[in-house]
Structures are given as C-alpha cells and as structure tokens.
C-alpha cells in the first residue's frame, strides 16, 4: 500500500509540475509586461496605461482559472492548496491595483466591443480617491504580490523534493520589493498626478447633423445661409456626438433649441448620453412641431463637461425655412 502510495504521488507530482509550468510560464510574461508598465508609469498615456492594466487583470485571471484547473487532476494537498493561491492572489493584486489606479486618476477598464459606452464609466466616488489612498492601496497589491512569491517558491520547493520531484520554472514577479514600498509607490503616485501625459483631457464634438426632412435646392432669391426644406409640420435633429478627449464622458448632455423667427418663441429639447473613450453615439433624434411657410433658427450645443475648454465642433446652429404648403 505504501508503494502504491508513492507511486500515486510521485505521478501527481509530476503532473502538476508539468501543468502548473505552463502557468508558470504565461505568468512570467504577465509579470514583464507589468514591470514595464510600472516602470514606464510616467511616460505613459492614459490610454495605453488602462490598456496594461486591463491586459494584466485579464491575463492574471486567465493564469488563476489554469492553475485551479491543473491543481484539481493532482490532489497533493496543501501543496496543490498553496500552488492555485499564489495564481488566485496575482490576480487579485492585479484588480486591486487597476482599482486603484483607475479610481485616482478617474479612468475605467476599456469597455469590451459591443458593451454600453457607460459601462465601466469611473463613478464619483471612485474618481476622488486621495493620492495618500491610492498610495496605500498600490502597496498593499504589492505586498500581496510578495507575498505570493514566497508561496510559489514554497510550492516549487516541495514538488523538488517530494516523490516524483516535479520541476517548476522559477516565477517571480516582484524582482525588487523596494519599488512596492509605500514611499516608492508614493513617489510613482505622485509622477501620474503631474504626467503631462496622463493628465485628463475632455474634448466632447458634435461630428455630424442630419435634419428630415433635407434641405431642398436653394431657390434663387432665398436669403444667404438659410436651407430651405419642402413643407412639413415636424422637423427631426439627429445629432452623432464623439469623445475626442483622454477619459470616459459618463455624463454627457446636449441642447437642441428650435427658435420660431416669426414671435420668438423658442422649443428646448435636451438629451443625456455617455461616451466611451475615442468612442461616439447617434443620439435618439430630437423632433419638433413646426408651421410651413415659418423661418426657424436650429441650434445644436453640447453643455461641457466639467473640465473641457475646447469649444471647437461643440455648437451647430442652422436657418431653417420651412416652405409654404401648397
């Protein structure tokens, strides 16, 4: 029976030195691209920061799921207990500082190809996490990525010496412990609050409008920058709005007004919407009542974010002449 016993270890042994090498191996390569990122903090864009930190989260997670799955075709105990934790606490460590990063400097994950555009918009909360927070909660993933370092080096250890001695690839992701230190990190924290790179830009644009019905041939004696449209009693506004700035819009509006040139009386009509980054939207379109043979004056205006001083492409206003039935 003891024979038999070893035997079976020594194959499970075995096993998981075989797969969990492979998971070793993908996690290295997520440990270089992020010690690159970490590295380069200062110099990055916003863009391609939350890109790394969304690519460590995911492949992180992804090198988690192999482990548990590698570890349950060889029941070694604790062994197998403390091989999928070190993958389950890199993961973590990742989300965690993505979280903190992201709720400093008021950024979100990059929404996935199809999801809504407010999706993984930053909350109001989260974009008021204090640099002395931030700071706290990046050391914390780096103790934690520690921490899991000296759990594998315990797991390779007791697969080289147990039966079968399977052989584990060296994985370490913290290579030097000084750099996850609080005052280390608060010095990095405080490069991202001053990189001209990563500083947040806002630059909402309307990029097109269309009204229906369309402009008619301008007829001649018609007055200069007036289009004149075939007789209705509704005119439609469809607006296509685009995020040209460095962050998520969550909270966008836009005014259509519809002024009657005739008495002056003016239709408002205001529209909320959210915008991905480098992303844009068609707005629902804004439709107003209007009497033939009556000039109209159409104005498009997007209410700025806080924080956008550009005022180019963010104001669309037209003539309209609606012509006299027939």
Known sequence: MSRQSQGYDAASNR???????????????????????????????????????????????????????????SPLGAVSTNFVTVFADRAQSMDELRTAVDAYL?????????????????????????ATQATNRIA?????????????????????????HGRLPRSVWVTDPQLWQ?????????????SPSLLATHDVVIRTTRIVPPALPTPQGAPPGVSVLSPTRNVGVTVVLANQG????????????????????????????????????????????????????????????????ETNGTVFQQALQVAPAT
């Open 106 to 130: 008021g950024m979100g994950p990059i929404p996935d190809v199809g999801a809504p555009a407010d999706a993984t918009a930053p909350s109001d909360a989260a974009s008021a996490l204090s």
């Open 182 to 194: 609080v005052g280390t990190v608060a010095a990095q924290v405080d490069l991202m609050a001053t």
């Open 246 to 309: 460095s962050v998520v819009e969550p909270h966008v509006s836009i005014r259509f007004t519809m002024a009657d040139q005739t008495n002056g009386d003016t239709a408002t009509h205001v529209e909320r919407t959210s915008l991905a980054l480098d992303g844009s939207v068609t707005l629902p379109t804004a439709t107003f009542s209007v009497k033939p043979g009556t000039t109209y004056v159409l104005g498009v205006q997007i209410v700025l974010p806080p924080g956008q001083t």
């Open 15 to 73: 096993a998981l030195a075989v797969q969990g090498s492979v998971v070793a191996e993908q996690s290295n390569v997520t440990a270089a691209q992020l010690r690159k990122l970490v590295n380069d903090v200062s110099t990055e864009t916003r863009q391609g920061l939350q890109l790394g930190l969304d690519t460590a989260v995911a492949q992180s997670a992804q090198e988690s799921t192999q482990a548990t799955l590698a570890a349950r075709s």
């Open 140 to 164: 914390a993933a780096g103790a934690l990525l520690v921490r899991a370092d000296q759990l594998y080096g315990t797991v390779r250890r007791s697969l080289a010496t147990g039966n079968g």
